[in-house]
């Protein structure tokens, strides 16, 4: 079965390093409103990070304020998430969540290890 959502551009990075983390879509969704950005620790649920509607509204986590800026193309249906200033409890599974008309689809994660 093909994924609708994908994630890629995670890794291992230093403290204080930079990622930035791309969510496409493998099909076209109709009507996207809702572009976001989640992580999952170990042994944690799942948090908002960032998010972007349609009209380009953007919140973020108070964690992340000032160090993550997420972006998006509509003409290509990607959201991207710049992460600098990483820190070690920035450490998780990101996750990229999209919804459309009809659609609320998440992607498999990718792992974000922040490490010296």
Known sequence: QVQLVVESGGGLVQPGGSLRLSCALSRNIFNIYYMGWYRQAPGKQRDLVADITKSGSTTYADSVKGRFTISRDGAKNTVYLQMNSLKPED??????????????????????????
């Open 91 to 116: 450490t998780a599974v990101y996750y990229c969540n999209v919804r459309g008309y009809l659609v609320n689809a998440w992607g498999q994660g990718t792992q974000v290890t922040v490490s010296s």
